[in-house]
Every structure is written in C-alpha cells, then in structure tokens.
C-alpha cells in the first residue's frame, strides 16, 4: 500500500518567513495531494491540495509543488503569521475511477509554531 | 465550518459501557468516513461508506460497529472498548467528485 513520510515534525519560524513542509509517496500511482491544517480542538481543514497533471499550485500565501518524479511533494507558505501556527497534514490517493470513495493515505503531521 | 459535526465532542466512557458516536453532514455528499487519530500517529482510516453501504473496512476490532442509517447520517457504535482506544474519532465526508475530504471536529474519546 502507499506510504508517506512527512519531514519535519516540528517547525518553528519568525513571523514573515517562509516555511516549507515536505512529503514523499512509495505509489507511483497516487495522483491526489492535498494539504490539511488542523488547529487545536478542530478537526483537518482543507488548504490546497494539487493533482498530478500539475507541478505546483498557489493560493495567495500558499503553494504545493509536486515532483512525480522524484515523487515528492511540498508546501510553501510565505509570509507566515502568528494565525498559521498549526499542525498541517499531507496525504496521498489514487483517484477511482466512478464512485465517490477513495483512500487518503496521511503523512504524520508538522507542528508549525510561528512566533511573533 | 466545514458542514461536517460530531456530537458529542468530549466523551469519558468505561470499558464495559457502550456509547456511541454521530456524526451529520450537511453538505449533500455520498461518501462518509470514519478515522481514528492517535498521538503521534497518521489518521488512520476505519470505515468507508458510500451511498449508505459500507465499502472499506480497514481491520477494525469488532468492538468498533458502524452505522449509516442515510447518506447524511454515520454512527460508531463502541461497546467494550480497551485504554488504548482512547483518541480523537474524526468523521469525514466528500461528495460525488472524489477528491477532497471535509471533516468534522472530532469527538475525544477516553477509555478508562
């Protein structure tokens, strides 16, 4: 089955740095990848998440970069603030082809603290 | 909010009580999940629901006994349960595009 590892476990960054998350897949098949934040006594929010017909994506602050390749994946946030400070998941799927259910393979979680 | 909830959210239960878990979306999706998270640990997926039937079950001990009564309605039925199951329990749900998940708060289960 796939399997994902996620580096680092723990970050810490200044207000207005940047900071970036790593993923690596073992599937060569998985073609889904989206990020989920998740802050304290909530469940995990979706942020970006990217398909593999695309190298990188951005919503404002955020990005997600994909190497199928090398088959990693990362998230960029750029001008953190105190409000990202968060645990953030990566996860991995191949998406089925008719029906609604598919398997989210997750990675460990990054606890980003950014400090003010 | 996401349209997911989880009632309760807090829950302290014994190991010889039964209790149970519900979970409503209001999202008018097809597919609900349930996933147990653990410290330290990835989400880990227990049960998959699709149009009200149940097609994944990812080696849960039969003390965990789901229910999808409809298509917005999930249920974790927990009877017996041991410490080590004490985590959050987070339920998911995505609709027709299979693509992305949205959950709901959690409920935090302690096993005593």
């Known amino acids: 089955g796939e399997n994902v590892e996620q580096h680092p476990s723990t970050l810490s960054v200044q207000e207005g740095d940047s900071a970036v998350i790593k993923c690596t897949y073992s599937?060569?098949?998985?073609?889904?990848f989206p990020w989920y934040k998740q802050e304290l006594g909530k469940g995990p929010q979706l942020i970006i998440d990217i398909r593999s017909n695309v190298g990188e994506k951005k919503d404002q602050r955020i990005a997600v970069t994909l190497n199928k390749t090398a088959k990693h994946f990362s998230l960029h946030i750029t001008e953190t603030q105190p409000e990202d400070s968060a645990v953030y998941f990566c996860a991995a799927s191949k998406l089925y082809s008719g029906g609604s259910n598919y398997k989210l393979t997750f990675g460990k979680g990054t606890l980003l603290t950014v400090n003010p | 909010e996401t349209g997911v909830t989880q009632t309760p959210r807090h829950l302290v239960m014994g190991m010889t009580n039964k209790k149970s878990l519900k979970c409503e979306q209001h999202?008018?999706?097809?597919?609900m999940y349930w996933y147990k998270q653990s410290a330290k640990k990835p989400l880990e997926l227990m049960f998959v629901y699709n149009f009200k039937e149940q097609t994944e079950n990812n080696s849960v001990p039969s003390r965990f006994s789901p229910e999808c009564p409809n298509s917005s309605h999930l249920f974790l039925h927990l009877h017996t349960l041991q410490p080590e199951d004490s985590a959050l329990y987070l339920c998911?749900?995505?609709?027709?595009?299979?693509?992305?998940?949205?959950f709901g708060p959690g409920t935090r289960l302690t096993v005593l």
């Open positions: 998911a749900s995505s609709q027709d595009s299979p693509d992305t998940q949205y």
């Open positions: 599937d060569s098949a998985s073609n889904y």
């Open positions: 999202l008018g999706h097809n597919a």
